[in-house]
């Protein structure tokens, strides 16, 4: 029996307190579906069974009941107050002054008022300390609270036509949204932590959002909202850290920390204005801040903008006409990225559309003024322009009446001048004392001994590494390696300084020699299994110096670890070969591991998935042709293309000077990618790389010798360059945007906007004859076209839908592919279209699929099953996309073959083709 004395006590006690405020008639309900004395079996029961003001004790058990709450002021709790012991399968909260707190919801939890013809407001209910399934949808709710939950799989969503009032705070939600949304105003957001998800305020305002933490989602995003303060949030890992569109305006951005995002650090676009950007860190995103289309009069000031891979401020706007006519400001912030700053606000419209406001659009420093800046100077001004190899203008520029004034104005870009740039200012400082200290991976002492050093030391600036102490600096990096190669006993010295002081730490190394030759052996926890198998090595070897590891025996070293881990992505049977050596011989010993291919049916057909890459970054926007994918690989906050070869199983990073490409595709034996906003051609064979266009360029696309892009013209137009000519020719005026170029043999597709503010179309120009065509006149929305053959594919929007459409030339009929309404990202090869599918998305929870349509069949298949795939693309019956199943975005494979075809040889060997698994 669950009522034992002590619950009794404490029933009775909260009984008393409760008498304090509520009715005479309070009570303490208990519910126990295991058979005790409790007065119910049922929560429901107990509900439709209280009055104001009881409060009702739930015991452990599993409620598979869904709880409708309609009594105004009473509270359901757990007993234990541990959700994982006390489950029900949902609660609506239809009445105010309700409190739910301490259980495991199964399914879903709203709090909403409703009979059976409308819903009616519900005030003052407070969700707390529970752990939900499908998590919280609010609607026409108000004054109320939702904190310290655990959100799995989902998130909270508050709808509302009026004043909100609510608060939302210490919540943990995984893979889930915050959304406040229609109306609602004077929310708080405070402190919640958002694994895999975002914050998103629509048409609402004057909201708080405090101390949030978000990581890998989607960051902080405002649609038509205004009057909010967001402060001291981290955004960590996102596709954008704070973004701001359609009219969104007044809102009072500060202190927050926005770093490692895929695209912006901070996003206005759409007409947003008057927003204050204060105080902020944006650091080690692809873009700094960005500023588009006509946004106007924001704010950015004394903020540090550093890092960030493409540039710190891209600004791609104008000033159009009232009210967004006013200037942008920029002043005491600290700029220290490769590029700081990028006007580009001459492409953003086509040329009908002029700066009809006639104001400048940007103001990089305020009026000289006394006070402190963000650099330690006496004054504020404009701004620090730094650059991190050191050389930035602010770090260089002369102050010869040490204002910390630049004695010259700077001039950015030719038109856009900084006139009051801010320099450093040299202040005395106490010195902090060094403290030298280091550690080294030695696990033997033979020759040739090689050491890892890695460096502990504190308060330290540089490092003088002696190996022999002799008295010479033999290193001066901070954790070097170092080979002794002869029998003696050393001393290493390292001296550590701050500058100004210095510390030193010894250590004694001996180096001995070997008496017997090594004898190689090792283990590995695992023998087979299907892709992605890890495997962990471990080194067993007796009198070795030093271990190399062939995980494919293809006589390539792979590792020198003593105990590596390796991830098999492919399927096959691996010989792995360890040989270890030392000075009286060497040894080696072989071991095999069986790796097979994760396949599903789908009718006749066998989808066998493998994995391509296995770092631990993202590896996004993958093409392919023939046995070679290309895709942009974010190693270490840069961005590089690498190849990856399906025959040989081997990847590799495509060789260049820059760390900012984007976009990669590919034909035979040539990539052509973006690179710091041109575009540039690659060559495999020949290993030459070439610029083919020096104007600003993006969405590259190549077929044989042709290469198309999207590049700005005072607009944006679509290009060409033939490879064999060395020509380059401007497919498209400037009459009309046009966008994201594909092609096949002479025929180039894009979508083009002849009007500001109307629907993209798909148009075609065929090299042949020179003509240009509308493929489709219908009124709907058309973006991100493909062509293969006679078969044009596209992204279509009509009656609120986002589909895949196709047109045949051959045969001059339009074909919808998909129903779904929620399709996008086409690609197409031959028979088959694949695209990206967000159908299977859950209440604030994205879900996307790859599907293929077979035009020959008629059939519509599911390739992925992951719910995190995206950015398809095919060719024969191979299929690649990206996808984030293991947190970080890795390049997938699937290759499509017929039941009946021949299984795999039992004797291939480690690196078969797909073809063969199919």
């Known amino acids: 029996m669950w009522v034992n004395k002590l619950t009794v006590l404490l029933a009775v006690a909260v009984f008393l307190i409760v008498t304090v405020y509520s009715p005479a008639s309070a ?87 409703y009979d059976d013809y409308y819903n009616y407001p519900v005030e003052n209910c407070t969700v707390r300390n ?16 939702i904190e310290k939950n655990i959100i799995l799989n989902s998130g909270i969503g508050v709808h509302s036509f009026a004043a909100a009032n609510f608060t939302i705070s210490d919540n943990l939600i995984v893979k889930g949204n915050i959304d406040v949304y229609q109306g609602p105003n004077y929310c708080v957001l405070l402190n919640n932590t958002l694994l895999n998800g975002c914050i998103a305020l629509v048409e609402c305002g004057y909201h708080k959002v405090l101390g949030n933490y978000i990581s890998n989602g989607y960051g902080i995003g405002l649609w038509e909202s205004y009057s909010n303060e967001i402060e001291n949030n981290t955004v960590v890992n996102c596709s954008n850290g704070i973004s701001m569109e359609f009219l969104s305006s007044q809102n009072i951005i500060n202190n927050n920390t926005l770093t490692a995002c895929n695209d912006k650090g901070i996003w ?268 962990q090595f471990t080194d067993f070897s007796k009198n070795a110096t030093a271990v190399v590891w062939d995980f494919n025996n293809d006589g390539i070293p792979d590792s020198t670890e003593r105990n590596p881990v390796y991830a098999y992505t492919y399927p096959g049977n691996y010989t792995i070969n360890l040989t270890v050596n030392n000075t009286k011989g060497m040894d080696s010993k072989s071991s095999t591991v069986t790796v097979s291919p994760a396949q599903r049916l789908e009718g006749k057909l066998v989808l066998t998935e493998y994995q391509i890459t296995t770092n631990k970054s993202d590896e996004t926007k993958p093409a392919i042709y023939g046995d070679k994918i290309v895709w942009q690989s974010n190693h270490n906050e840069t961005y590089t293309v690498h190849l990856y070869n399906i025959s040989t199983s081997s990847e590799t990073p495509i060789v260049s000077r820059n760390n900012s490409e984007f976009f990669p595709t590919i034909y035979d034996d040539r990539v052509v990618w973006r690179e710091s906003g041109k575009i540039y051609l690659y060559n495999l064979s020949t290993s030459t790389k070439t610029l083919i266009s020096n104007r600003l360029g993006i969405y590259p696309a190549i077929y044989g010798d042709k290469i198309v892009w999207q590049g700005e013209c005072n607009g944006d137009c679509i290009y060409m360059y033939d490879i064999s000519s060395s020509k380059q020719v401007r497919i498209t005026n400037n009459k009309s ?57 596209w992204e279509d929007y009509r009656n609120g839908n986002k589909d895949i459409y196709m047109y045949d030339l051959s045969t001059s009929k339009k074909i919808q592919i998909t129903t779904s309404g929620s399709a996008w990202n086409p690609a197409i090869y031959g028979d088959r279209i694949v695209w990206r599918d967000n159908r299977n998305d859950k209440e604030y929870i994205e879900n996307s699929d790859i599907y293929m349509y077979d035009l020959s069949t008629s059939r519509e298949i599911q390739i992925t099953t992951s719910g995190s795939a995206s950015s398809p693309a095919i060719y024969g019956n191979k299929i690649v996309w990206e996808d984030g199943r293991s947190g970080n975005a890795d390049i997938y494979i699937c290759t499509i073959s017929e039941q009946d075809e021949e299984p795999p040889a039992e004797d291939l060997s480690a690196f078969p083709t797909p073809e063969t698994y199919c």
């Open 27 to 113: 009570r303490v309900i208990t519910v126990d579906n295991n058979g005790s004395g409790a007065d119910f079996k049922s929560i429901q029961e107990a509900v439709n069974n209280s009055s104001a003001g009881d409060i009702i004790l739930v015991y452990p058990g599993l409620y598979n009941e869904s709880v409708d709450i309609r009594i105004q002021n009473i509270s359901i709790l757990s007993n234990s107050e541990k959700p994982e012991d006390t489950a029900v399968r949902a609660f609506n909260l239809g009445a105010n002054n309700i409190t739910v707190s301490g259980f495991s919801v199964q399914e879903s939890l709203t709090v909403r008022g």
């Open 130 to 145: 529970n752990m939900l399934r499908l998590g919280i949808d609010a609607y026409e709710c108000y004054d109320s609270t």
């Open 268 to 535: 206005i676009k759409g007409s947003g204005g008057g927003n204050s950007l204060l105080n902020n860190t944006i650091s080690n995103n692809n873009i700094g801040i960005w500023l588009e289309g006509d946004s106007s009069n924001n704010l950015v000031a004394n903020n540090k903008v550093a890092l960030n891979k493409e540039c710190g401020v891209y600004l791609n706007g104008i000033a159009y006409t009232a009210p967004f006519n006013r200037t942008n400001r920029f002043y005491n912030n600290i700029f220290n990225n490769t590029i700081n700053f990028f006007n580009d606000t001459s492409n953003h419209y086509t040329t009908e559309v002029n700066n009809r406001a006639g104001v400048i659009p940007v103001a990089l420093n305020t009026t000289k003024t006394s006070g402190t800046n963000i650099v330690g100077g006496p004054y504020l001004g404009g701004n620090f322009w730094a650059n991190p190899d050191g050389t930035g203008f602010s770090q260089i520029c002369a102050d010869s009446d040490g204002d910390g004034i630049g004695d010259l104005p700077y001039n950015i870009n030719g038109t856009d001048f900084d006139y009051l740039p801010l320099v450093s200012v040299s202040r005395s400082q106490e010195s902090i004392i060094p403290f030298a200290n280091f550690s080294t991976n030695i696990t033997h002492t033979l020759v040739p001994l090689s050491v890892q050093f890695t460096d502990l030391s504190q308060n330290t600036v540089a490092w003088s590494w002696d190996f022999d102490n002799n008295g010479i600096s033999d290193s001066t990096s901070q954790n070097p390696v170092h080979v002794y190669a002869s029998l003696e006993t050393y001393i290493v010295n390292l001296t550590a300084s701050n500058g100004k002081e210095t510390s030193s730490k010894i250590q004694e190394i001996i180096v001995q020699e070997a008496k017997i030759p090594p004898v190689a052996n090792f283990s590995t926890n695992v023998t087979g299994g299907q892709v992605l198998l890890s495997v």
């Open 737 to 793: 945007a046009s966008y994201q170029p594909a092609i096949y043999e002479n025929r180039i597709v894009w979508e083009s906007r002849p009007t500001v503010n109307g629907s993209s179309k798909i148009f075609m120009y065929d090299l042949s004859t020179e003509k240009e065509t509308q493929i489709i006149t219908d009124e709907s929305h058309q973006q991100s076209p493909a062509i293969y053959g006679n078969r044009i594919v």
